[in-house]
């Protein structure tokens, strides 16, 4: 079955260590999005993809990178830069033109 | 940037209530969605609208254009309906991500 796998589920990390989390669909879907949820707010916009090694920064990119190096890939760097790092990360992908989106089941991330 | 708006915040309910969410947005979009997430935090699209109402099984979601308003309805509401409702609005044409509410958080008590 088509869809996107988000792995890991659980992620724990020190303070200062960088951190990436996969997202891989096989939807054959043109672009992908990362979207960080933190209790008490709406999911918010961290990188997005329309095409295969570009991307666009979302509401709250400082601190994170992206890479779209295949079109069934969208890998996100969560960096020490990060002042807040602790949430749950959402990936989620989309047809171009079209209104359907599908959602990863998220990663939560939390760093001691 | 579209700002998007969910009432109320919080919802307990008995099981058999009809149940009633409220999305507004500041600006035109192209579509309008409404997802469900659970407690382990995936989340499922339940609809996309651009006009009129849309149903499925026991749930109901319509839109005002021009009010720039939108409802989900649960009619006979049961305990597996418990979970975070959220709306969200696509203004981009499916190509640079949707702008969402803070969600619902709805318990349906036995």
């Known amino acids: 079955d088509g869809g996107i796998t988000q792995s890991p589920k659980y992620l724990f990390r020190k303070e200062g260590q960088n951190v990436t989390l996969s997202c891989e669909q096989n939807l054959n879907h043109d672009a992908m999005y990362w979207y960080r949820q933190d209790p008490g707010q709406g999911l918010r916009l961290i990188y997005y993809?329309?095409?295969?090694?570009?991307?666009q920064k979302g509401d709250i990119a400082e601190g994170y990178s992206v890479s779209r190096e295949k079109k069934e890939s969208f890998p996100l760097t969560v960096t020490s830069a990060q002042k807040n790092p602790t949430a749950f990360y959402l990936c989620?992908?989309?047809?171009?033109?079209?209104?359907?989106?599908?959602f990863g089941s998220g990663t939560r991330l939390t760093v001691v | 940037k579209n700002e998007v708006e969910q009432s109320p915040q919080n919802l307990t309910a008995q099981e058999g209530e009809f149940i009633t969410i409220n999305c507004s947005y500041s600006?035109?979009?192209?579509?309008l969605h409404w997802l469900q997430q659970h407690p382990g935090g995936g989340i499922v699209s339940l609809f996309m609208?651009?006009?009129g109402k849309k149903k499925h099984g026991r749930l109901i979601a319509t839109i005002n254009i021009q009010e720039k308003h939108s409802s989900l309805h649960i009619t006979a509401s049961h305990p597996r309906d418990s979970a975070v409702y959220i709306c969200?609005?696509?203004?981009?044409?499916?190509?640079?991500?949707?702008?969402f509410g803070k969600g619902t958080h709805l318990i349906i008590q036995p």
């Open positions: 969200a609005e696509d203004s981009g044409g499916g190509a640079d991500g949707l702008t």
């Open positions: 993809s329309q095409i295969v090694n570009d991307f």
């Open positions: 609208l651009s006009s």
């Open positions: 600006v035109g979009i192209s579509a």
């Open positions: 989620a992908s989309s047809i171009i033109g079209y209104y359907g989106y599908t």
